[in-house]
């Protein structure tokens, strides 16, 4: 037994006052640690989380907290081996501790490379385009984004005490805060295991990540305007904790993820002998089992046609009676225990209230066989179907959760009744629907999609390579409307953005071509005094700008290219069906005709630093071309992002063409890439 946990505090390992709370393994009922935070002071580690961490998380790019949170997580995959032994305590079996362990540490991955590919090299991130607000462009705005100055206060739940703190912590780094974790009792002597060894690896900056082993005493006393709440567990505590006056008089940002009566929805397509009702028997003894049903996420209401909901019941019970319950480390168990004896409690407790207006007809019994365990001793739970034959009048069902393996059928005679029973659970994270017919699929998604924050329609279709209902995943957002918190976590770069600040800065081009290090339309351009592809990256200035000679597009320039590429649209080939469409008044050049031309136009030809051209963004064509018109481009680098030890960076190029008139034909970005001064020596 490890005799007391530790708190990682002001970048050291302190033991809180006393002897603790005793925290036992839920397989046998033995002590593993103590636990207790009492003595610690909150303000300084506050305080320690904003001018230290904040600050040193600050001084590095997006790109490189991106580079820091791959680093960290080839880290933790070279440790998870012990991360998994002492996962067994906690009841997880090893398919239960790869979803914690594992998936925890795959979000800091997805999060590294979508911080490396989808944010710049820079310490602003800036929110859309431009916004044109003045007549002639002298005035203009331009939304950004940039790390709130204050901390990340973490408060987890039980049942993932690896992934429910990666999850937080990844996206939040990325924004350049600093977290504070508070885990759940319960099982936080595997959160501080893993805490230790990122602290040993000695990868995140001081101050960017402190542990707290027990409660939080005044923290929240101490909080202001900067900080953020990321909250993950009842929805009685989320709002106690929501009314606390510190965070209603700063406003403080808070998200929950709450209680979550999730629903799947078997369409009335799905009877049984198809693949979707064999794929809903099997998605729902998963979501039952899977981590002894300590899931967010999972299935409580199992919502099926009322003219097979036997057959249902039936092959449930069966399928749950394969399921083997035991000692999580055996490799003959499927499911272990619950997370502790006082949560199976709580669970039994909760079947009763259910029972009320369900019937119990699979388990609900506290004799049954257990492997390589002792019931007596460990927090084991039988999974438990319920079946209510009167959903629509019914309250229980729709209000109370059994956080373990249970779940309940609800009965349904048309789809707006399914779509009603779904509404009913007032707010979930997660739904799901299994059908063939993508009819019923839209009519189920478009009518519950309001309630839920994430669905997932699964059918033969997808279903081999379908992440299944209850998986989050850091691409998409993971919250929920209602009684599911109002919040949302990871999301991609939504998860980053909740840490910073949006703010709205108005000033000339100029300015905010410097602030936003992204060149705006009426801010400084100049001649490089060379052709701008004989620029290295760091020699390339944003404003470097190239105005071409012109060319005159004749007709055949158009007869040719629409020859050549097979392109002989009817306004490229035909004068008198060209004239009858309102856009032109004669025969027109090919869009690409255009940008091939103006690329012909800009191109410096000679090797050079720029290696290559790998797209365009946002290609507009403003009016038409006919023959006998000139191009000319513009071409003006635009913004700027080094990729950290490739040899090159990436180089967007914006890019106006213009007619005899001076008139805008086309617009776009060009990107390319471009050598380093490095990169360049070594091989020019």
């Not at 530790?6 to 002590?31: C, I, K, Y």
């Not at 956080?403 to 007032?426: H, K, M, Q």
């Not at 635009?638 to 950290?644: D, H, I, N, Y």
Request: hydrophobic share 40%; proline share 4%; with cysteine.
């Amino acid at each position: 037994m490890q005799t007391k946990l530790g708190n990682l505090v002001l970048d050291r390992w302190v033991d809180g006052d006393g002897d603790g709370n005793v925290l036992t393994s839920a397989v046998d009922g033995e002590p593993v640690a103590s636990i207790t935070s009492a003595g610690l002071d909150f303000n300084d580690i506050l305080n320690h989380a904003r001018t230290t961490g904040g600050a040193n998380l600050r001084k590095l790019t997006f790109h490189e907290r991106g580079e820091m949170l791959k680093a960290l997580a080839k880290y933790l995959m070279e440790h998870k081996k012990e991360f998994y032994a002492l996962s067994t305590a906690t009841g997880a079996t090893r398919g239960d501790s790869w979803v914690d362990i594992d998936g925890g540490i795959s979000t800091l991955f997805v999060y590294s490379g979508k911080g490396r590919r989808e944010m710049p090299n820079d310490h602003v991130y800036l929110d859309g385009p431009p916004e044109q607000i003045s007549k002639n462009g002298t005035f203009t705005a331009q939304h950004i984004f940039t790390p709130k100055l204050g901390a990340a206060i973490h408060i987890n739940a039980f049942n993932f005490p690896c992934w429910g703190m990666l999850e937080k912590l990844a996206p939040t780094l990325l924004a350049g805060v600093p977290a504070i974790v508070k885990p759940a009792s319960s099982t936080a002597y595997l959160t501080e295991l893993m805490v230790r060894r990122i602290n040993a690896s000695d990868i995140l900056p001081d101050g960017a990540l402190q542990l707290i082993c027990g409660g939080v005493g005044d923290l929240f006393d101490h909080l202001n305007c900067q900080d953020t709440i990321a909250f993950t567990g009842s929805k009685n505590t989320a709002e106690f904790l929501q009314q606390h006056s510190k965070v209603i008089a700063e406003s403080v940002a808070f998200t929950a993820e709450t209680d979550s009566l999730n629903s799947s929805i078997l369409g009335p397509d799905a009877i049984p002998g198809t693949p979707e009702f064999d794929l809903f028997i099997q998605e729902v003894t998963r979501e039952m089992t899977s981590k002894a049903g300590q899931k967010c996420t999972a299935i409580r209401r199992i919502i099926a046609p009322a003219e097979i909901a036997g057959d249902v019941v039936e092959a449930l019970s069966t399928a749950l009676g394969n399921i083997r319950i035991g000692n999580p480390a055996s490799k003959d168990v499927d499911m272990g225990a619950l997370a502790s004896q006082g949560q199976r409690d709580e669970v039994r407790d909760r079947v009763k209230e259910l029972s009320h207006e369900a019937n119990v007809v699979y388990g609900g019994s506290d004799n049954f066989d257990v492997v390589d365990a002792d019931a007596n001793k460990g927090a084991f739970f039988m999974p438990t179907l319920l079946h209510c034959e009167k959903p629509m009048t019914s309250k229980s069902v729709h209000a109370v959760e059994a956080f373990g393996p249970v779940s309940t059928v609800l009965p349904y005679e048309n789809l707006d009744e399914a779509i009603e029973l779904s509404r009913l659970g007032e707010g979930s994270l997660a739904g799901s629907v299994v059908t063939n017919d993508n009819a019923v699929a839209r009519e189920l998604v478009l009518g519950t999609a309001a309630y839920h924050g994430r669905m997932v329609v699964i059918n033969r279709h997808c279903a081999a390579e379908s992440t299944g209902h209850g998986s989050p995943l850091p691409h998409l957002i993971h919250g929920g409307p209602g009684r599911a918190g109002g919040g949302e976590e990871m999301g991609g770069i939504r998860g980053v953005l909740h840490y910073m600040q949006r703010t709205a800065v108005q000033g000339s081009p100029e300015t905010l071509t410097a602030i936003g290090h992204r060149w705006i339309k009426g801010a400084d351009q100049h001649d490089p005094g060379v052709h701008p592809f004989r620029k290295t990256f760091e020699q390339l200035e944003i404003g470097d700008t190239l105005t071409t000679d012109s060319r005159e597009v004749t007709l055949e320039d158009i007869q040719h290219f629409a020859e050549f590429t097979g392109d002989t649209f009817y306004a490229h080939t035909d004068e008198e069906a060209a004239a009858k469409n309102p856009f032109f008044d004669g025969r027109v050049a090919h869009g690409y005709l255009i940008v091939s031309f103006a690329a012909g136009l800009f191109v410096d030809p000679d090797f050079g630093p720029v290696l290559a051209n790998y797209g365009v963004d946002d290609l507009r064509f403003a009016q038409p071309v006919n023959y006998g018109d000139t191009l000319k481009v513009r071409l003006c680098c635009k913004q700027k992002t080094l990729r950290a030890e490739t040899g090159y960076g990436e180089v967007r190029w914006d890019s106006e063409v213009t007619n005899q008139d001076g008139d805008v034909v086309a617009q776009y970005d060009v990107l390319t890439m471009v050598a380093t001064d490095e990169h360049w020596a070594s091989v020019d």
